[in-house]
């Protein structure tokens, strides 16, 4: 059964580097996308970016100038950077598989979800 | 790139049906077989109910179906059931790479 877990600092000041790991268990890393959604609180679901095992990265137009997303194959992680946060980016975020490799050309496993406050 | 389009609220009793509509664009929905929905109960992350405009993942019940016409797509879900009270996501491809979701829907089981 495929896993995902995922942490990072949940409490950054206006102007820091907001930074996830997502770690994907019982099930291949190469093959698929994967991707960061974003849920500010009381709000719908944001797609942020997506990557696959090899590196190469989708972005979200408005957030791309601030978003980096990476793997580390080694470890069958991926990870989300965020500049110069406001306010604005304090959200759940999710790590989630693109299942297209298995034919479902959707997210089909989600992380926990991490929630990140900006705050001064 | 805009947010698709859904209506804030729908609501119906046990074991009516319900349509969850999603309206996107000739450059997203419109042009591409690639809608999903997904629903989210309070505190939990998305589930997958629908992929491809109207393919089910192995163990969503045939009571949720997916449909598109134009540039709308829509849910189904008949037999409603107290457990299906929830908020949907409708989800499309947009092109060069890119994903947008809807606003969100809440589902309320009378």
């Known amino acids: 059964q495929v896993q995902l877990q995922q942490w990072g600092a949940g409490l950054l000041k206006p102007s820091e580097t907001l930074s996830l790991t997502c770690a994907i268990y019982?099930?291949?890393?190469?093959?698929?996308?994967w991707t960061w959604v974003r849920q500010p609180p009381g709000k719908g679901l944001e797609w942020i970016g997506e990557i696959n095992h090899r590196g190469s990265t989708n972005y979200n137009p408005s957030l791309k100038s601030r978003v980096t997303i990476s793997v580390d194959t080694s470890k069958n992680q991926l990870s989300l950077n965020l500049t110069s946060v406001t306010a604005a980016d304090t959200a759940v975020y999710y790590c989630a598989r693109y299942g297209a490799w298995d034919g479902v050309a959707a997210n089909d496993y989600w992380g926990q979800g991490t929630l990140v406050t900006v705050s001064s | 790139q805009s947010a698709l389009t859904q209506p804030a609220s729908v609501s119906g009793s046990p074991g009516q049906s319900i349509t969850i509509s999603c309206t996107g664009t000739?450059?997203?929905?419109?042009?591409?077989?690639?809608v999903s929905w997904y629903q989210q109960h309070p505190g939990k992350a998305p589930k997958l109910m629908i992929y491809e405009v109207s393919k089910r993942p192995s163990g969503v019940f045939n009571r949720f179906s997916g449909s598109k016409s134009g540039n709308t797509a829509s849910l189904t879900i008949s037999g409603l059931q107290a457990e299906d009270e929830a908020d949907y996501y409708c989800?499309?491809?947009?092109?060069?790479?890119?994903?947008?979701f809807g606003g969100g829907t809440k589902l309320t089981v009378l």
């Open positions: 000739s450059s997203d929905v419109g042009s591409y077989n690639l």
């Open positions: 019982g099930g291949s890393f190469r093959g698929y996308y």
């Open positions: 989800c499309s491809y947009a092109g060069s790479d890119t994903w947008v």
